[in-house]
T-cell receptor
Framework: GAVVSQHPSRVICKSGTSVKIECRSL??????MFWYRQFPKQSLMLMAT?????????EQGVEKDKFLINHASLTLSTLTVTSAHPEDSSFYIC?????????????FGEGSWLTVV | AQKITQTQPGMFVQEKEAVTLDCTYD???????LFWYKQPSSGEMIFLIY??????QNATEGRYSLNFQKARKSANLVISASQLGDSAMYFC????????????FGAGTRLFVKA
C-alpha cells in the first residue's frame, strides 16, 4: 500500500518553544493531507484539512495561530505547534490521500508523540 | 451531520475464533466510503478494509471481512481465525462528500485476543 512517513516519531520540547512535525507521502502525490490529534485511549480528532498550495481548513475549536499547517508540495505537509504548553502534549498523526473522492483510501503516517515539559 | 458509532469499548476473543466488531453510521451523503483501521500500541494506523456505499458485495481482505448492511447503516468488521497479534484498537471510519471529504472516526473498540 501507499506509504506516508511522519517525522519525528517522538519529540520533547520546552514550554514556550515551537516544534515542527513533517508528513511526507513517499510514493504518491497527496492532494490532501489531514492532521489529527489523539488523546490517550480516545479516538482521532481531526484538526485540519490541508490542500496543496492553499490555506488549511481548520476544524471548529482548533487554534489556527497555534497549530500552523503548511502544505507546500504534493508530498509534504508540516504541522508547527507554536509556543507549546504542556497541555499540547499529545499524539499527532497525519494522513494523506491522492484523491478527493469518498472512495480514496486514507493512508496514515506513523504518528508523532509530543511531550512539552 | 455525519456520525460513526462504535458501542463496544472492549472485546475479548479466544485465539483462532472469529469476532465481530460493531459499527453504525449516519450520513446524508448519497456516496460515501467506510473504512476500518487497526491501531496497535505503537500508535500507527493500519488500513484494513474499505467498503463503498454503492458496492454490491461485502468487502473482504484476507481474514477481514466487512458485513455491510446499508439499510441498517451498519458496517461491522469480522475477523476470522483471531491471532494474538490482532490485539489492538480498531477504528471504524467514514468519508463522504460533506466537509471536503474529511474522514471521521468512531470511538474505537479495544480487542483482546486470549491464548
Amino acid at each position: 500500500g501507499a506509504v506516508v512517513s511522519q517525522h519525528p516519531s517522538r519529540v520533547i520540547c520546552k514550554s514556550g518553544t515551537s516544534v515542527k512535525i513533517e508528513c511526507r507521502s513517499l510514493d504518491f502525490q497527496a492532494t490532501t493531507m489531514f492532521w489529527y490529534r489523539q488523546f490517550p485511549k480516545q479516538s482521532l480528532m481531526l484538526m485540519a484539512t490541508s490542500n496543496e498550495g492553499s490555506k488549511a481548513t481548520y476544524e471548529q475549536g482548533v487554534e489556527k495561530d497555534k497549530f500552523l499547517i503548511n502544505h507546500a508540495s504534493l508530498t509534504l505537509s508540516t504541522l508547527t505547534v507554536t509556543s507549546a504548553h504542556p497541555e499540547d502534549s499529545s499524539f499527532y498523526i497525519c494522513s494523506a490521500t491522492s484523491g478527493t473522492g469518498a472512495g480514496n483510501t486514507i493512508y496514515f503516517g506513523e504518528g508523532s508523540w509530543l511531550t512539552v515539559v | 451531520a455525519q456520525k460513526i458509532t462504535q458501542t463496544q469499548p472492549g472485546m475479548f476473543v479466544q485465539e483462532k475464533e472469529a469476532v465481530t466488531l460493531d459499527c453504525t453510521y449516519d450520513t446524508s451523503d448519497p456516496s460515501y466510503g467506510l473504512f476500518w483501521y487497526k491501531q496497535p500500541s505503537s500508535g500507527e494506523m493500519i488500513f484494513l478494509i474499505y467498503q463503498g456505499s454503492y458496492d454490491q458485495q461485502n468487502a473482504t481482505e484476507g481474514r477481514y471481512s466487512l458485513n455491510f448492511q446499508k439499510a441498517r447503516k451498519s458496517a461491522n468488521l469480522v475477523i476470522s481465525a483471531s491471532q494474538l497479534g490482532d490485539s489492538a484498537m480498531y477504528f471504524c471510519a467514514m468519508r463522504g462528500n460533506t466537509g471536503g471529504f474529511k474522514t471521521i472516526f468512531g470511538a474505537g473498540t479495544r480487542l483482546f485476543v486470549k491464548a
